[in-house]
C-alpha cells in the first residue's frame, strides 16, 4: 500500500511542472460544476448566457451506469473523450494500466 502512495506522491510532482498554468486541468469541483450547469439548462437549450452556450458547446454529459460523466466529442477522429479531474487522475491511469495487464505505456493509452 505505501508503494502506491509513494507512486502516486511522484506523480503528482512530476505532472505540477507540466501542467501549472495550463487551462485544460480540471478539478473535481470544476468537472461538477459543469456537469451540474449542463444538465441543469438542457432543459432550455435557447439560453442567451454566452458562459452556457460556449459549456454546451465544448462538454456533452454522459450517462454510464448511473454516473454522469463529462466528455468531449471529437468528431474528426470519431472519439468520445472523458474529462478527468485531476484529482482523479493517478487513479484512473493506473486502472487502465492494471487492465491491459501492466502492458506498458503504449497498451495503456490505447485502453
Not at 439548462?41 to 454566452?50: L, Q
Not at 493517478?90 to 494500466?97: A, C, G, L, M
Request: with cysteine; proline share 1%; net charge neutral.
Amino acid at each position: 500500500m505505501d508503494n502506491i502512495i509513494e507512486h502516486k506522491t511522484r506523480f503528482y510532482k512530476f505532472v505540477e511542472q507540466y501542467l501549472k498554468n495550463s487551462r485544460m486541468v480540471y478539478t473535481q469541483d470544476d468537472v461538477k460544476n459543469k456537469i451540474e450547469q449542463i444538465v441543469t439548462n438542457r432543459s432550455n437549450p435557447s439560453t442567451k448566457e454566452m458562459k452556457i452556450y460556449n459549456l454546451f458547446q465544448a462538454f456533452k454529459v454522459i450517462e454510464i451506469g448511473g454516473v454522469n460523466r463529462l466528455a468531449k466529442l471529437d468528431e474528426e477522429d470519431n472519439l468520445v473523450k472523458y474529462i478527468c479531474a485531476y484529482e482523479e487522475l493517478f487513479d484512473e491511469i493506473d486502472k487502465y494500466h492494471k487492465t491491459v495487464g501492466h502492458g506498458g505505456i503504449h497498451k495503456t493509452l490505447k485502453e
